[in-house]
């Protein structure tokens, strides 16, 4: 079975640029999240997607940053114009509702590392 | 959503049990005890979770308190490998996950 991909591995911008990730979460699974993480910090969930529709974005800053799930598979965060204290690891994450032992289980990615100059 | 407290870190010897302590006093009835550990440069891994019974796997036992208000989980021979931040984590039917700061363990030769 697949994993969760992402890309690009790493990015390195100016401030004021723009960037943009992508996620192919495994198939079948109905939700994505995008977390970032700090260095030295646990993930902080910037976005919940359920198929093509938003559970939850109350931490995504939202004058810069954008996430869409088109057709409820894949998903692009995008952010614009990047700040210096954006710099992190992008971590995409997928799991399926679907009853069983392992239900809610969250699959990541190896995450996009952002680093802004 | 219910909030956890775990030590920041906790050093085991490679070979002993590695007991790690997660308080969740705010916890709901529905709430859900998830685990997951993150290995430096990783994303997350799932370890084990719980509602209200402990539970055992290939990976870990977790021990959850008869009130609920916290639980431990137990690597019960940790080696080199487990070196990793330990995350524990309450969630409802929403899988809304919120990460806090972790427990850093680190297993010593």
């Known amino acids: 079975e697949a994993g969760v991909a992402q890309s690009p591995r790493y990015k390195i911008i100016e401030k004021r640029q723009s960037v943009a990730f992508w996620c192919n979460p495994i198939?079948?699974?109905?939700?994505l999240y995008w977390y970032q993480q700090i260095l030295g910090q646990g993930p902080k969930l910037l976005i919940q997607?359920?198929?093509?529709?938003?559970?939850?974005d109350s931490q995504l800053p939202k004058d810069r940053f954008s996430a869409e799930r088109l057709k409820g598979v894949d998903s692009t965060l995008k952010i614009q114009p990047a700040k210096l204290e954006d710099s992190a690891v992008y971590l995409c994450?997928?799991?399926?509702?679907?009853?069983?032992?392992?239900?809610?289980?969250?699959?990541f990615g190896e995450g996009s590392r952002l680093t802004v100059l | 959503d219910a909030k956890t407290t775990q030590p920041p870190s906790m050093d085991c010897a490679e070979g002993r049990a590695a007991n790690l302590p997660c308080n969740h006093s705010?916890?709901?009835?529905?709430?859900?005890v998830y685990w997951y550990r993150q290995i430096h440069s990783q994303g997350p891994q799932y370890i084990i979770h719980?509602?209200?019974n402990n539970e055992t796997n290939e990976m870990a036992s977790l021990i959850i308190t008869e009130d609920r208000k916290s639980s431990t989980l137990i690597l019960p021979h940790a080696t080199l490998r487990d070196t990793a931040v330990y995350y524990c984590?309450?969630?409802?039917?929403?899988?809304?996950?919120?990460f806090g700061t972790g427990t850093r363990l680190k297993v010593l030769a």
């Open positions: 984590i309450v969630i409802a039917g929403t899988y809304k996950y919120i």
């Open positions: 994450a997928s799991s399926s509702q679907d009853r069983g032992w392992r239900t809610g289980e969250l699959f």
């Open positions: 997607f359920q198929n093509n529709g938003v559970v939850d």
């Open positions: 705010t916890i709901s009835g529905n709430e859900y």
């Open positions: 719980g509602l209200k």
């Open positions: 198939s079948g699974h109905a939700t």
